[in-house]
């Protein structure tokens, strides 16, 4: 789909060009402006799925994504039917980064998600018992995957790093990380003490041959130090 990102890499806004019976869907809220024509509905997936079945899987689905994914439970599918512009921007300040599937898996980062088009399926994955024993760790994970094109955002800038054997990112800073690598949760300052007093925290070890996003801002780091400063 034909597309521009403007105002990188702070105030990034996305602007996707539509042909005549093209659709595109983004996160509900995401939307600046449109032309005319276009025809906006809010739905629960992703896609078109149709019959009972379906919609009924697709309830659940969306229900996980809100109360475990943490991500909106509708999506906003945009068609036109004429052709036409949609502009949509993220929640909070920082880039835009485009990546074209092609049958791959992408898994995102919490809020990561901005919009899609093709035939690009976000469904919500068990991320592992450790996220039922440690609060602070996300029980489940946000997967894309399919064919077609997806935009996902972050908090400051994006910076692409390719992995190829071994790499360790700090857990605030992941955005997204393709399928084909295994992922593990660590500690870099040696036990608990080194937990605490390195002011790392958790990190992620990925292992194997793939693409890694991260960001470079912490939302969590920027939670942390406004808490104190805010009025009880």
């Known amino acids: 789909m034909q597309h521009e990102v403007t105002h990188k890499p702070g105030f990034s806004m996305l602007r996707v060009d539509l042909e005549p019976g093209e659709k595109f869907v983004s996160e509900p809220g995401a939307m600046i402006a449109m032309s005319r024509d276009i025809d906006l509905q809010a739905k629960m997936s992703a896609d078109d799925k149709t019959g ?22 509708m ?24 990546r074209r599937l092609n049958g791959e898996t992408i898994n995102l980062a919490k809020g990561a998600y901005l ?12 991320g ?45 800073h992941i955005v997204a990380y393709e399928g084909s690598l295994e992922k593990k949760t660590k500690s870099v300052g040696g036990g608990l003490t080194g937990l605490f007093a ?11 041959q793939g693409t890694v996003y991260i960001q470079t801002r912490n ?13 009880n």
């Not at 919009?115 to 068990?126: E, L, P, T, W, Y």
């Not at 390195?198 to 194997?208: A, D, I, M, P, T």
């Not at 939302?219 to 009025?231: D, F, G, V």
Request: hydrophobic share 45%; no cysteine.
């Open 115 to 126: 919009a899609s088009s093709g035939d690009v399926q976000i469904a919500v994955k068990f």
């Open 52 to 73: 009972f079945f379906a919609k009924l899987i697709t309830f659940f689905f969306a229900l996980a994504k809100k109360f475990f994914g943490g991500e909106s439970i």
């Open 219 to 231: 939302r969590s780091a920027l939670a942390e130090w406004l808490t104190p400063m805010l009025p």
């Open 198 to 208: 390195s002011g790392e925290g958790l990190v992620k070890e990925f292992r194997g």
């Open 75 to 98: 999506f906003n599918h945009y068609n036109a039917a004429q052709g036409g512009q949609v502009w949509v921007s993220p929640t909070y300040m920082g880039d835009i980064h485009h």
């Open 128 to 172: 592992g018992l450790k996220g039922l024993l440690i609060p602070w760790k996300s029980t489940f994970k946000l997967v894309a995957t399919g064919t077609g094109d997806l935009w996902f955002n972050s908090y400051g800038g994006i910076q692409q790093i390719e992995v190829n054997g071994s790499y360790v990112v700090d857990d605030g």
